[in-house]
């Protein structure tokens, strides 16, 4: 039997091997079907074994036996407990779908979870760089190698959407500067293919024959550190808001904000939403729909200059406005 100790009582109790085992018959899923990445995999375990030791806090020892009743008072404990709205949503979430997999593994008959509902989240629109601040990030100064690893890590995230991970995890043969492709491994190793700008293609050609100055034999990464190995995220999230600091911006620039960017800017220009869903990997489109949003205020100007009924508008207007005389 495993231990664990419960965070209501501080008191140690024991846990069937069975919910342990189907716990872990979960996370194998997960992994090995689901193809869950591993910071995906490390935030359900955490929130399983929260929950797994509250109910074992009250004396639940098999999964199998949790109510809706008991989901709620975790639910409850984690809210006192100062934990976000939005961190609840995603143990909630892990814990749905861990009685989901048992659903289908027909060792219980009702999911638990299926009724609670989490508390309400506020979407936040997320923050973005204009053209005017991206054109700044890249004002290019000294040209060492280090350097043009930046310029290029911008313009490829700028020019194609990647996500941080996505990024880092690149390897030479995912490139192909000739045809201004690149070829991304994302979210549930699902692969998608993404074209690269013209200014994002001399930005990589040029860091691409500046790399093997300083890369460690063996070594496949694009973007490598000083040392010549894979640079990790959080290295590169040091330099996007160094570079932000140095080019005088006063917001904090991280690479997701290029990925914002990228995707206002080009659904800005096209309108074409499942374009941009494609492009950024989304499952979901209603996940892309939060860029239609974004620029509200653009698109009213827009409307106003073209629609020929809003022109008409200001135009009688502007008549009855000259029509009637003025209070004094």
């Known amino acids: 039997m495993a231990v664990v100790t419960s965070p209501e009582i501080g008191q140690p109790k024991e846990v069937k091997q069975s919910t342990q ?5 979960y996370l194998r899923y997960l992994k090995d079907e689901r193809r869950y990445s591993p910071a995906t995999l490390d935030s359900y375990q955490r929130d399983l074994h929260q929950f797994i030791d509250f109910i074992n806090a009250v004396n639940v020892t098999d999964c199998c036996d949790v109510d809706s009743l008991h989901v709620r008072n975790f639910a409850g404990s984690r809210r006192r407990r100062g934990v976000s709205a939005r961190s609840l949503h995603r143990s909630l979430s892990a814990i749905r779908g861990f009685y989901t997999f048992l659903q289908r593994e027909q060792l219980i008959e009702n999911n638990p979870v299926a009724d ?4 309400s989240i506020e979407k936040k629109l997320p923050n973005l760089l204009d053209v005017d601040e991206i054109n700044r990030l890249l004002n290019e100064g000294p040209q060492n190698p280090l350097k043009l690893r930046d310029y290029a890590m911008i313009e490829l995230m700028y020019s194609s959407g990647l ?7 690149l390897n030479l043969d995912a490139i192909d500067l000739t045809q201004g492709q690149v070829q991304v491994l994302g979210k549930g190793n699902k692969t998608r293919y993404l074209p690269i700008g013209a200014n994002a293609c001399k930005a990589l050609n040029r860091w691409l024959e500046a790399r093997p100055n300083i890369v460690a034999e063996g070594e496949l990464a694009v973007f490598i550190n000083n040392r010549g190995n894979r640079l990790s995220p959080r290295a590169v999230q040091q330099r996007m808001a160094q570079i932000g600091r140095e080019q005088g911006l006063d917001k904090h620039v991280h690479p997701h904000m290029l990925r914002h960017s990228f ?16 492009m950024l990997g989304h499952a979901d489109i209603s996940t892309t729909q939060i860029y ?3 620029d509200f205020q653009h698109l009213a100007q827009v409307y106003d200059k073209a629609h020929p009924r809003a022109k008409k508008s200001q135009k009688l207007d502007s008549t009855t406005e000259n029509s009637f005389p003025k209070d004094d």
Request: aromatic share 2%.
């Open 163 to 169: 996500r941080l991970a996505e990024m880092v995890n």
């Open 292 to 294: 239609t949003h974004l």
């Open 263 to 278: 995707a206002s800017h080009l659904l800005e220009s096209s309108g074409d939403l499942r374009a941009v869903q494609e």
């Open 116 to 119: 609670v509902g989490g508390p």
């Open 21 to 25: 085992k189907l716990f872990q018959r």
